[in-house]
């Protein structure tokens, strides 16, 4: 049993011409610890999955169970699994550009009911830990893009998740910038036992370790599998 644990989940959508199949049967499982990395070509379900995976989407068919329990249709209980659990890292942002580094950080805990004073101090805990405690205060547009990145996993990990789902974390960065973040996800992985699922082009960032998988054809491969395929 993992965190979160697909068994046998499919994904279609409704189009003019009939059915759009994009997962065709996915079993997976991340567990505690895992750092995971997802690759394969635009258009392949990648995103799908994650969106899966993070409880934002739900499958046409199959289970997805959280802790061993199987996720409900209601999205508030989802709404309650995401914020409990997981935390979220984009290819953009998606910082609120009128609050600071440190009020960003802080929402999910607001959001989750924590005492506000609690909030914040765990938000600049945080950022100090990405090496952003000399910018709390700035906003979004103060900031670099690397910078901006660093405040949205600092965002991901405030409430001590136990999967960050991260999908093209580096897509918008240059070569040295995405290193770096990649370097920080992996201290974070190896110091927190947080588990990594990340969807990527990337083979440098795949580079850095854990397991890979491949999407084709709506089917989840390892990358053992892939290459025999």
Same mark, same amino acid.
């Given at each position: ?15 003019? +011409?009939?059915? %759009?199949?994009? %997962?065709?049967g ?23 999955l %994650?969106?899966?995976?993070? %409880? ?14 199987r996720?409900p ?21 998606? !910082?609120? #550009? @009128?609050?600071?580094? !440190? ?12 005492? @506000?004073?609690?909030?914040f ?18 906003? #979004? ?12 996993l600092?965002?991901? !990990?405030?409430?001590? #998740? ?22 920080l ?19 440098? !960032? ?10 084709r +054809? ?5 990358e ?6």
């Amino acid at each position: 049993m993992g965190v979160i644990d697909l068994v046998d989940v499919k994904k279609s959508y409704r189009v003019k +011409d009939g059915k %759009l199949e994009v %997962l065709k049967g996915v079993t997976f499982s991340v567990k505690e610890g895992d750092f995971v990395f997802i690759m394969g070509p635009s258009g392949v379900g990648k995103s799908t999955l %994650l969106h899966i995976l993070g %409880l934002l989407d739900l499958p046409t068919e199959g289970t997805v169970k959280v802790e061993g329990r199987r996720v409900p249709e209601d999205e508030r209980i989802r709404a309650v699994l995401r914020n409990r659990f997981i935390g979220f890292v984009f290819q953009f942002h998606y !910082l609120l #550009p @009128e609050f600071t580094a !440190l009020e960003n950080v802080a929402i999910p805990c607001l959001v989750g009911g924590i005492p @506000e004073d609690e909030a914040f101090d765990r938000a600049y805990d945080v950022l100090s830990k990405v090496g952003l405690a000399d910018r709390v205060s700035h906003r #979004p547009s103060e900031l670099s893009g690397g910078e901006q990145q660093r405040v949205a996993l600092a965002r991901a !990990l405030v409430k001590e #998740p136990k999967v960050v789902i991260a999908d093209e974390p580096t897509g918008n960065l240059d070569k040295r910038t995405g290193a770096g973040i990649a370097e920080l996800m992996a201290q974070v992985n190896a110091e927190k036992k947080v588990a990594f699922v990340v969807a990527t082009h990337d083979e440098e !960032l795949a580079s850095i370790g854990g397991k890979i998988y491949f999407m084709r +054809d709506g089917i989840l491969l390892e990358e053992g599998d892939y290459a025999g395929s």
